[in-house]
């Protein structure tokens, strides 16, 4: 009798599935990849076929220049021979999806990376029950418990108020991280320009075609020091400590990220205030969606793997961890 999954075949890199001749999430150019979001350990460029929704593959074309497109909108489905497979939100960042694979009356589902909690600029995880999970790990330790959005955003418009003749400066990842301390600032009531790098600009503008609304955005190298006293100044992580930020007023220096949560790590990245906001699952959301998906098996692409790996034997769920190459930690 054939073992739960055989038809699923990871490889280094990435996971192949040979009923279908496609490939999940590849780290080298395949002849056709179904990718699940726009970040560049899971979207590489020069596919023959790139399968992903429309927000993804307008990201990669950002990223890598124009794609071999098939957009697959979100619950569209799509037979590869005798496998079916079909996209739903992930809630990571735009256009991030689940793929969900079902062949022989088995039920695959890879997450990608995924997270459980409300951000409003994608579309919300969805839970689809299945005989396989495949998941990441990146927070997969129970150290990591993240704080409410919220009281990170209030960390940082207080530390503002207090410092009105200096600036704040908020590293965020280019992709999803930026746009969503944007967001969650207008949703908090921060309705003054906030100033960007550059390196943010394309992507911003990308978010605001698919309507997600930033508000006021204003390039941070076409300002003087006095015109962005008062004001937050979003960049990516590279900037932080870069010459580019001696232009700017005094900053005091913010980094949002999950890894926040180690303090080794803001020390190292000189962060004065750091933001514990990630765009992963952390522990209890990582366990919390196992409880509720009741997989039969549960295999682990990345991240801290052991200890979810551990925690699922003792919840008598079969586990395994996969040996992909690529995937990274990112600055999330």
Not at 56 to 83: C, K, S
Not at 246 to 265: D, F, H, K, N, Y
Not at 282 to 300: A, H, N, Q, S, Y
């Amino acid at each position: 009798m054939a073992s739960l999954g055989h038809w699923i075949d990871p490889r280094p890199e990435g996971i192949y599935v040979p009923a279908a001749d496609l490939w999940i999430d590849p780290s080298q150019p395949k002849p056709r990849a179904l990718v699940t979001h726009g970040h560049a350990d899971h979207a590489r460029g020069g596919h023959g076929e790139v399968w992903a929704t429309p927000e993804t593959l307008a990201i990669m074309d950002v990223r890598y220049g124009e794609q071999a497109a098939w957009p697959v909108a979100y619950g569209e489905m799509h037979d590869f021979g005798d496998v079916t497979a079909r996209f739903v939100p992930a809630g990571h960042v735009l256009g991030s999806a689940q793929i969900v694979l079902d062949h022989g009356g088995e039920r695959v589902v890879i997450s990608g990376d995924y997270k459980r909690r409300p951000d409003p600029t994608c579309a919300p995880f969805e839970p689809v029950p299945c005989d396989i999970f495949i998941t990441e790990a990146t927070f997969g330790l129970p150290v990591f418990r993240h704080p409410e959005t919220r009281h990170e955003i209030a960390k940082l418009l207080d530390s503002l108020a207090a410092n009105s003749d200096r600036c704040v400066l908020v590293g965020a990842y280019a992709l999803g991280k930026a746009q969503r301390v944007i967001t969650e600032l207008r949703a908090a009531g921060h309705d003054a320009p906030i100033y960007i790098h550059g390196a943010l600009q394309r992507l911003c503008d990308l978010y605001a075609e698919y309507g997600v609304d930033l508000g006021e955005l204003r390039p941070a190298t076409d300002a003087d020091k006095d015109e962005m006293r008062g004001s937050i100044v979003v960049a990516p992580p590279s900037a932080l400590n870069d010459r580019w930020s001696r232009r700017l007023p005094e900053p005091i220096t913010a980094m949002a990220s999950g890894w926040m949560r180690v303090r080794q790590r803001a020390r190292q990245r000189n962060v004065e205030l750091p933001l514990i906001l990630s765009d992963h699952a952390d522990w209890d959301e990582l366990t919390d969606t196992l409880r509720e998906l009741r997989p039969k098996e549960v295999w682990v692409t990345h991240g801290r793997e052991d200890a979810l790996v551990h925690w699922c034997t003792t919840h008598q769920i079969k586990a395994r961890a996969l040996d992909l190459v690529g995937y990274e930690d990112e600055d999330d």
